[in-house]
């Protein structure tokens, strides 16, 4: 097969149009593949997180808890869902860039600060529930048990968090380097 | 200003098919970048001035969006080290086997050089691939000399 005729395959390929309908409906982030999912859970935790802060000083015995514990467990919860908000807004973007080269350098500044303050953020919100649950209770072995366990789950979570955030970034500092190679020589 | 853009879109969407089918594996996955490459042009829409071609904003929105945005790791049943021969045009309706042939030989290359070699084989000048991808001229013409050598190994 010559180059030309890939010129022509090229020119030639996809015959499977889609309608302006089926378009439209593209447009609208009910149908998006990865933000409507992104937007429902913002939805869901956000109402979750409101319930639980309107009974929890009921429910969890929040008026017998020093000022500090109530403190951090509304600051981290509203932490969080200032998070969610900032990466909703920060992925449904566009990607910006007067070039394809400049656009990736961008948006990988726009992922690494994200990827940061997502982080930090799901770091101070589960030492905030910590502070909260275990103030002035006094520790027997089980509830010790108990933290410990919690924190290894919290540590996994943030882990797995990390993780994901580490692949996305090296991938897009591998394009980033990849269209500066030659250029810098 | 949606009806514009539809036409628009509806006229130029074999580019996102095409650089949909370049960048994804599988049918599933191309269709989700299909909806996100449509989602990011009609938000970047309202600052499009028609500078540049209608075509040259699309690649360029289509490629940003095709390379920038987080990949999920999957294992693609449609990916083959060497041509699949046993696949007959038949196997997916209205596909050629050329185009079936094109596709898997440009999906050997890595992302900023299907980016090159999209653009040159739909066309593009050398000054019109530098202004989309942000290389220089000289730079354009050196990546396409390896990437056809490239090709004409993988498919010889």
Known sequence: M??????????????????????RLMTKIVNHPSIKKIRTKLIIETIAILFFLFVYYDWFDGDKKPFYANLSLVVGFVLYIVNDVIGYISITRPIRGTNLKLSLQNYLMRIKRLSISSV?????????????????ITFTKEKGLILLFSIVIVSQLILLSLRM???WIKNLKLQVKDFNLDEES | MEKE???????????????????????EDQEDLFQEIVYQLWKSYPSFKRESKVSTWIYRVALNTAIAIYRKSKISIDYFEEFPEHIHPSDEKTISENEVRLFWALRKLNDSEKAVISLYLEDFNYKEIAEITGLSESNVGVRLTRIKNKLKQILK
């Open chain 1, 165 to 167: 955030w580490t692949k």
């Open chain 1, 120 to 136: 930090i953020i799901t770091f101070l919100y589960s030492i905030s529930i910590i502070i909260f649950f275990t103030s002035v």
């Open chain 1, 2 to 23: 010559e180059l030309n005729d890939l010129k022509l395959d090229w020119k030639n390929a996809g015959d499977d149009l889609k309608s302006e309908a089926d378009l």
């Open chain 2, 5 to 27: 853009f539809l036409e628009i879109v509806h006229e130029h969407q074999k580019i996102v098919y095409k650089i949909c089918r370049l960048y994804r594996n599988s049918r």
